[in-house]
């Protein structure tokens, strides 16, 4: 008998039974499944990811991509997080694995605010009036066409961890960066590094008339070009928020991540990455007070995992990433059952030439040194 109780029909199991079985069902299942599956595959869970969803993850965090490839037993890998991360995990990966994602409407909002056919009008326009010497720079979270256009055109790819490494990276080896596609963590980072607001100008992608919505691009001191785009989640933070924080807790400290907008970061104690806020909780003494800008299913976790300290969201009522959010518990179990009974449900294949090249991109960053993190706090007060 399979694990869903059904004889085994040779065709992969439709998703529309699942969704109306209990949260004790699919629990229950879910570890049978994986159970019986054994290391032939591997869960990965993103931090933003809900508990229920994190309970089944053999690895949690934000560099699952590398961690799953040195998984050599596991010819499967279940991505609990969003599209771009699955594409990276296939390109990463070893020749006998496949990559599969729970439910494919898990995308990035951020990452498809920067599609290739726009990303290559501006660049064909950035290239015109600056000539050679722009180097692009996409952040991890972006689609795979989106590195594969860096990797072949001597870029490169950053993380919210080493992008200050990575900007210095490029800065070394031609006069601008063009940088998408979080306008935030491009500002952030490189005011960090000392580069002016002034130096800086933002590619309005959406602008009937490319060239003079974009005059500014176009000039001949500015250094860093940011794509327009940002992260629904961390755009919804505020240093209005920050004061209000403050006023309620005058010993809040508060720390949040660079895909918020530039005054929220310089209104913060801390700013900086996923792993660096994980940090800097697990590194404070008892008694701290919180008030963290990211994904609340993270602030959530570490305020469990810290029942010491006081900590709490920056925003009250926060939303979750909705598109994580679509990996829910019936997606996993449909997809472990499936795979138990040999049906390979959403696989994500990422076409040769794309993988190709995008891996150039992700190598030129992983043959970086050190993460080169410049966040703000650790930086300026700490
Ligand atoms: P990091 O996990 O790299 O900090 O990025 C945050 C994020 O938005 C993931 O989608
Ligand atoms: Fe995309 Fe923001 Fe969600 Fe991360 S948190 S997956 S950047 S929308």
């Known amino acids: 008998m399979s694990t869903l109780d059904l004889p085994a029909t040779g065709d992969p199991r439709p998703f529309a039974g699942y969704a109306a079985l209990t949260a004790q069902a699919i629990r229950e299942r879910t570890w049978a499944a994986k159970r019986a599956l054994g290391d032939r595959v591997v869960i990965l869970g993103h931090h933003y990811q809900r508990e229920s969803i994190i309970e089944f993850a053999d690895?949690?965090?934000?560099?699952?991509?590398?961690?799953?490839?040195?998984?050599?037993?596991?010819?499967?890998?279940?991505?609990?997080?969003?599209?771009?991360?699955?594409?990276?995990?296939?390109?990463?990966?070893?020749?006998?694995?496949?990559?599969?994602?729970p439910d494919l409407k898990a995308g990035c909002s951020m990452a498809d605010m920067a599609v290739i056919e726009d990303v290559e009008e501006a660049w064909d326009r950035l290239t015109a009036a600056h000539g050679d010497g722009i180097v692009p720079v996409t952040y991890m979270n972006s689609t795979a066409a989106l590195k594969a256009f860096c990797g072949a055109r001597g870029g490169v790819v950053c993380t919210s961890s080493n992008a200050a490494a990575v900007l210095a990276w490029a800065w070394a080896r031609g006069t601008r960066v063009f940088f998408f596609p979080d306008q935030h963590l491009g500002r952030n980072t490189a005011y960090a590094m000392g580069v002016p607001l002034a130096h800086m100008a933002e590619w309005d992608f959406r602008a009937?008339?490319?060239?003079?919505?974009?005059?500014?691009?176009?000039?001949?001191?500015?250094?860093?070009?940011?794509?327009?785009?940002?992260?629904?989640?961390?755009?919804?933070?505020?240093?209005?928020?920050?004061?209000?924080?403050?006023?309620?807790?005058?010993?809040?400290?508060?720390l949040v991540h660079p895909e918020c907008p530039f005054e929220v970061v310089q209104a913060a104690d801390l700013a900086g990455s996923t792993e660096f806020i994980i940090d800097q909780v697990r590194r404070a003494e008892a008694g701290s007070s919180w008030a963290i800008g990211t994904e609340i299913h993270l602030v959530h976790r570490l305020s469990l995992e810290h029942p010491?300290?006081?900590?709490?969201?920056?925003?009250?009522?926060?939303?979750?990433?909705?598109?994580?959010?679509?990996?829910?518990?019936?997606?996993?179990?449909?997809?472990?059952?499936?795979?138990?009974?040999?049906?390979?449900?959403?696989?994500?294949?990422?076409?040769?030439?794309?993988?190709?090249?995008?891996?150039?991109?992700?190598?030129?960053?992983?043959?970086?040194?050190?993460?080169?993190?410049?966040?703000?706090?650790?930086?300026?007060?700490?």
């Open 59 to 101: 690895f949690r965090g934000v560099k699952l991509s590398q961690l799953a490839a040195g998984q050599e037993r596991a010819e499967t890998i279940v991505f609990c997080g969003v599209h771009f991360m699955a594409e990276s995990a296939d390109i990463l990966r070893r020749p006998h694995q496949t990559v599969v994602l």
């Open 208 to 254: 009937e008339d490319l060239n003079a919505a974009n005059a500014a691009c176009l000039r001949d001191e500015t250094r860093i070009i940011l794509w327009r785009g940002f992260c629904s989640v961390h755009t919804k933070f505020t240093a209005q928020q920050i004061r209000e924080a403050r006023a309620a807790d005058p010993k809040v400290r508060v």
């Open 308 to 382: 010491d300290q006081h900590i709490r969201s920056l925003q009250k009522n926060v939303c979750p990433c909705a598109t994580m959010n679509r990996i829910d518990p019936a997606h996993l179990l449909w997809t472990l059952e499936n795979l138990a009974e040999g049906h390979t449900v959403n696989p994500i294949r990422v076409p040769e030439p794309v993988k190709r090249d995008a891996r150039t991109a992700l190598d030129r960053m992983l043959a970086l040194k050190g993460t080169g993190e410049i966040a703000r706090g650790a930086m300026a007060k700490d």
